[in-house]
Structures are given as structure tokens and as C-alpha cells.
């Protein structure tokens, strides 16, 4: 009995459809085991940042193990039905725009390697719509460094999406 309950189970492990490393499998295990014994000692369902702690690993690496083990579910999977027409996965998660979310991402990863100084004076002159002026007076710089830095930290970022 035990060699069958064996081969079953490395047929699951290794037939899965997304193959998932051990280590993240058991850390999957142990964060969900403690998220158990945390809810059946408070009465409540822990947060993350409760099962990172109590486990003391990082909040990230328990997010990512939890989202590893979860099974993949078809975009044609119906997630609503009145008999009518079913709406599936697909319909809620595409917009016809698939290009806009990698867009975002690549933007995304751009702007994070840039120093904290650009960082700021962007988000100053495009999400506050401050001037260049202004932006200077508020960081202590001229108007003409706020504007080269400003040129260079917008190149960074065009040379970053294209590569």
C-alpha cells in the first residue's frame, strides 16, 4: 500500500500542469499549515504579513509560494451563467488591449531603475502637473538642471521599453 500511495504521487507531482519546485511546494504547506493553527488560535483569517512572520520569512516569498500551488483554471472556464449566455475567465480579464499591460510592465520596470532624485521630479511634473519652475523651488535645483534631469530620466526610460 504505501509503494502505490508512492507512485501515485509522483504521477501527480510530475504530470502536474505547471511543475512547481519542491522547496516552494512545502513552503506552500507550512504557510498554509500555520495560517491554520493562526486562524483556530485568533478566531480570525490571518494576513500574510501574520504567516510571514510566524514562519519569519519574507511576505513575498509566502505570496509567491501560496500563488504556486494553485490550480491553473482554463480562460474558458464559465464563471457566471443565468442560462443564457455564460461569461468566462476570458471575457473578464481581456480588453482587446492585450498590449497595454505589457506596456505598463516594461514602463513599470523602467522607472525603477531610476534614482529616487528623478523619480521625484517625474512624478512632480506629470503626476502633480507642476511646472519645471516650481519643480525646481520644491527640490532646491535650477529650472535648467530640473529639465536635463528630466530629458535624461525619460531617455533612460525610452532606451529601457526598447530594449
Known amino acids: ?22 522547496s516552494m511546494r512545502d513552503t506552500a504547506y507550512k504557510a498554509i499549515q ?9 478566531g480570525r483569517e490571518p494576513t500574510v504579513e501574520e504567516i510571514s512572520q510566524a514562519l519569519s520569512m519574507k511576505r513575498e516569498d509566502v505570496v509567491v509560494a501560496l500563488e504556486a ?22 471575457d473578464q480579464v481581456g480588453d482587446g488591449n492585450d498590449q497595454d499591460w505589457l ?15 528623478e523619480k521625484r521630479i517625474l512624478s512632480l511634473r506629470f503626476l502633480e502637473g507642476k511646472t519645471q519652475m516650481e519643480v525646481a523651488g520644491e527640490v532646491g535645483i535650477s529650472q535648467a538642471q530640473v529639465s536635463r ?14 530594449a
Do not use: H, W
Open 69 to 90: 500551488i494553485v490550480e491553473p483554471v482554463s480562460l474558458y472556464e464559465p464563471v457566471f451563467s443565468d442560462g443564457g449566455d455564460a461569461i468566462y475567465i476570458m
Open 103 to 117: 506596456e505598463e510592465i516594461a514602463i513599470k520596470q523602467a522607472i525603477r531603475g531610476l534614482s529616487d532624485r
Open 34 to 42: 500555520c495560517k491554520e493553527q493562526l486562524t483556530a488560535q485568533g
Open 1 to 22: 500500500m504505501p509503494m502505490i500511495i508512492g507512485e501515485v504521487r509522483r504521477f501527480l507531482r510530475d504530470n502536474n500542469a505547471v511543475r512547481v519546485s519542491r
Open 149 to 162: 534631469l528630466e530629458k535624461g530620466a525619460l531617455g533612460k526610460i525610452k532606451k529601457e521599453i526598447r
